[in-house]
């Protein structure tokens, strides 16, 4: 399974928060063996998020898009949403019936917008909030704020699926351009992948389909580099 990450927001473009949910919505679908294709931030402009919606959905087996969610005047992802399919936005009863039974909230209590979502789509709960989710064709809605998305995530979770990754890690103090023949020949003896990430040391990253493979990849790399140890 494929799958493209779209954070929405102004703030996060100019550094004002850092994009938390990115990084935590890519290691989660990883760790579900989901190949994450492209993480993408986009303006709080209609035009934009809805390109790239659009764009996505075409290439991709599912779009994840966090952030705008709600009724105020920079909150514009259900609408663009909704335009990248060429729908409408309407009142969800389904969100209006949620948040009366578990949120307290009548439909005179919300500000206007509240609970418009793209026609036909299916509503997400927000468990931590009140702007619900929502799900249309392949498109994941979800909010901005952390603590709601990763609840409303938890929702969907089993909707997304793939063959399971196995990784290891070995930590070298040897240079990352040394190390290239040995990239080659660890990839020629076993069917793995590798990935190399340097800083103070160089950790060189492991995965595969078969965990045994990827066992034994890394003994063979371990007896071949100088291991790196914390002082």
Request: charged share 25%; net charge negative; aromatic share 6%.
């Amino acid at each position: 399974m494929q799958v493209a990450v779209v954070t929405v927001g102004d703030e996060l473009l100019a550094g004002d928060t850092v994009n938390t949910n990115a990084a935590w919505l890519c290691t989660e679908l990883t760790e579900r063996g989901v190949s994450v294709e492209r993480v993408t931030t986009v303006p709080d402009r209609i035009a934009d998020i809805a390109r790239v919606v659009n764009e996505y959905h075409a290439e991709y087996d599912a779009v994840v898009v966090t952030g705008g969610l709600g009724p105020t005047h920079d909150d514009l992802t259900m609408e663009a949403v909704a335009a990248a399919f060429g729908r409408s936005l309407e009142r969800n009863a389904d969100a209006e019936e949620w948040l009366e039974a578990n949120g307290g909230y009548s439909a005179a209590d919300l500000v206007e917008g509240t609970t418009d979502l793209p026609a036909g789509s299916r509503m997400l709960p927000n468990d931590e909030g009140v702007a619900p989710g929502a799900v249309i064709g392949s498109v994941y809605v979800l909010p901005g704020v952390p603590g709601e998305m990763k609840t409303m995530f938890a929702r969907v979770a089993d909707e997304f699926a793939g063959e399971r990754t196995h990784v290891r890690f070995v930590h070298t103090s040897e240079p990352e351009s040394s190390l290239i023949e040995r990239f080659e020949a660890v990839q020629s003896e076993f069917d793995v992948t590798v990935g190399s990430y340097p800083g103070d040391h160089v950790r060189i990253k492991l995965a595969g389909a078969d965990e045994e493979t990827v066992e034994s990849a890394t003994a063979w790399l371990e007896a071949r580099v100088e291991l790196y140890e914390e002082a």
